[in-house]
């Protein structure tokens, strides 16, 4: 599985963001699907992931209520809608694909990765 994000960019305070994570490659609906972030100078950290069927969803407490992650089986993508973000949402956000599903919050779990999008959120 190859993993393409886009959608990051600089955004004021308060503002929205949606990235997206294109898949392509062995069949993407069998895949959970997780976003992480890394800040500079911190160590990777959960955001928020999905089940392959879309039926389930899990977010970090930093993000949960802001944040929304869903997918689109026929489209092989998985989008991530960030709203009300906060300067200390910058970061790096980078999408992973995990074909057990089981442990989602861990990093280390997941199978592939995409290269990364840059999110920049000003005060």
């Known amino acids: 599985v190859q993993l393409q994000a886009c959608g990051g960019g600089l955004v004021q305070a308060g503002g929205s963001l949606r990235l997206s994570c294109a898949a392509s490659?062995?069949?993407?609906?069998?895949?959970?699907m997780g976003w992480f972030r890394q800040a500079p100078g911190k160590e990777r950290e959960f955001v928020a992931a999905i089940s392959w069927s879309g039926g389930d969803t899990y977010y970090a407490d930093s993000v949960a209520g802001r944040f929304t992650v869903s997918r689109d089986n026929a489209k092989n993508t998985v989008y991530l809608q960030m709203n009300r973000l906060k300067p200390e949402d910058t970061a790096v956000y980078y999408c992973?694909?995990?074909?057990?599903?089981?442990?989602?919050?861990?990093?280390?779990?997941?199978?592939?990765w995409g290269q990364g999008t840059l999110v920049t959120v000003s005060s």
């Open positions: 490659g062995r069949s993407f609906s069998n895949y959970a």
């Open positions: 992973a694909a995990d074909l057990d599903g089981t442990y989602l919050i861990n990093p280390l779990s997941y199978d592939y």
